[in-house]
Structure formats: C-alpha cells, structure tokens
C-alpha cells in the first residue's frame, strides 16, 4: 500500500501534527484498518516532540459516517470477532482523548453515528457551514459502539442525547455548536484555514501546561469534584515550578511573547 493509499495520511506543519481521513470513496467510514492508522498517527504524533498540537481532518465529501458495514457484517458471525473489531475503534479513541496533544476536530460534510462518536472524542471541534451531525444507530436497529451512549450525554445532557439517538435527526452546525458538539462554525472555503490558524497557536502554549489542563479535566469528569480539585492541587503545585511557567512570567513582565520549550 502506497502512503498516498494509508487509510490515515499523517504529515506535520511546524508544531502542528496533521492526520488526514483517507478514505474518500467509502466517506472515511471506519474500518479496521482505518481505526489501526488513526491509532499509529495519534502514537507517531506524540512520540515527535515538536508536534504539540493534533489536526484532525478528512479527505473527500464528508468527515466521516459511521462504521464500515461491510466488516461489521462479516464480524457478527462471532462475538469475540466482533468485540475486537469494536475494541479497535475504542483503542484509537481512547488514544486522543489520553494523548499530552491537543486534538483539534475539522468537520466537513456528515459526521454521523460512528464519525459522531469520532468528533466527540475530540477536544475541539471546528465545523463547516454544511456540516451536519447525527446519530442514525437506531433508524437501522443498531447501537451506538464507539462511546456514544457515554460521551453524547457527558457532552450535551442526557434528555438532548437521548433524543439524539432516538430520532436519528441530523443537527445544523449552528445547533451542534449550541448543545457543545462543536466550538465554532466557519464558512466552508475558511473552515481548514481558521482550525490551522487556531492551532498554530495553541502550538505556541506551555505544552506540558496544555497537556495538564486536558488531562485533569478529563479526568475530573470521571471523578468527585473534590478528588479532582485535590488532583488539580497537586499538578499546579509543582507545575507553576516549572521552567515554562518561569518563562510565561518574565514575558508577562517584559511586555514580549513567551517562547515555551
């Protein structure tokens, strides 16, 4: 397979780590493979110490929709089979959410059922003028399987998540942006330009302050408010001692912007 074939393309801007959805024919539908490559980009991402911020886009008409059906029909015939095939997905997903990178969403066209679940995995999102988001598992008698039973309703509350999969109904990105699916709705010709832009200068940040920031949010979410303030504590503790911070304050002081390392 050529690198041009890769299900996820993986290239680098700078301190921007770009993984690309390479899968246009199928709409970047997520197959094994597909869920295997966004895994790779997301571990070679953070092993390279000048990225410190992850794009994720898609090539083609649309971000992504959902499973790959085919594979999903063939995994069926065992349950192990088909827990595995699931567990692919899942590891990719975990792996964003836990990465020290950012991980900045580019929605274009349909993210819908599983590219739903792949968005909300995100920790930003930007999304086009004709993106729309939705959730279609029960229009067909499925269920969600990457998470959305979980992170719709932490996302945008449980009577709006619950409606979501009920009904399959597709979200505007207007809407999408108001229940907090999306950070921000830019026309389609800017959308990739504005997400670069933002993420090149969130790669100017205190990378290991910007790494704390998401991990003791996320979690936080897993936990009591006092386990996560008291985690919290710690971690700024020992991180305002630190190199960075040290640097942030003499630019503050000095009227200049800081260079973190």
């Given amino acids: 397979m050529s690198d041009s074939e890769a299900p996820v393309l993986v290239s680098k801007q700078g301190a921007v780590g770009i993984a690309t959805l390479n899968r246009p024919a199928k709409f970047n539908c997520i197959s094994r493979e597909l869920a295997a490559g966004l895994l790779d980009a997301v571990r070679q991402l953070e092993a390279d110490k000048s ?26 015939a065992k349950r192990e089979t088909l ?4 567990g ?5 997903l975990y792996a964003m959410e836990a990465s020290r990178l950012p991980v900045i969403g580019v929605v274009h066209g349909l993210a819908l ?6 968005a909300m995995a995100c920790d930003v999102v ?31 509350g449980l009577r709006r998540a619950l409606d979501l999969m009920y009904s399959g109904a597709w979200l505007l990105p207007e809407q999408a942006m108001d229940w907090g699916l999306a950070n ?13 832009a933002y993420a090149v200068q969130l790669g100017k940040r205190n990378p290991q302050g910007i790494a704390l920031m998401k991990s003791l949010s996320r979690q936080g979410l ?8 008291d985690a919290e504590l710690e971690a700024v503790t020992d991180g305002l001692r630190s ?10 002081a000095e009227r200049r912007e800081p260079v973190f390392k």
């Fill in 51 to 76: 990225v410190r911020v992850m794009l994720l886009k898609a090539n083609g008409k649309h971000f992504c929709t959902g499973a790959d059906l085919d594979q999903v029909k063939a995994a069926r």
């Fill in 113 to 118: 059922a599983g590219g739903l679940e792949l």
């Fill in 83 to 86: 827990k595995d095939w699931l």
């Fill in 222 to 229: 897993d936990g009591t408010l006092r386990a996560g303030i």
């Fill in 88 to 92: 692919r997905g899942h590891e990719a």
């Fill in 184 to 196: 921000a709705v830019f026309e389609d010709a800017e959308l990739q330009e504005k997400a670069m």
């Fill in 126 to 156: 930007f999304a086009g003028k004709a993106a729309r988001f939705g959730d279609q598992h029960a229009q067909y008698g499925l269920i969600p399987g990457w998470g959305g039973t979980q992170r719709l309703p932490r996302l945008v």
């Fill in 243 to 252: 190199a960075n911070v040290e640097e942030g304050l003499a630019a503050f």
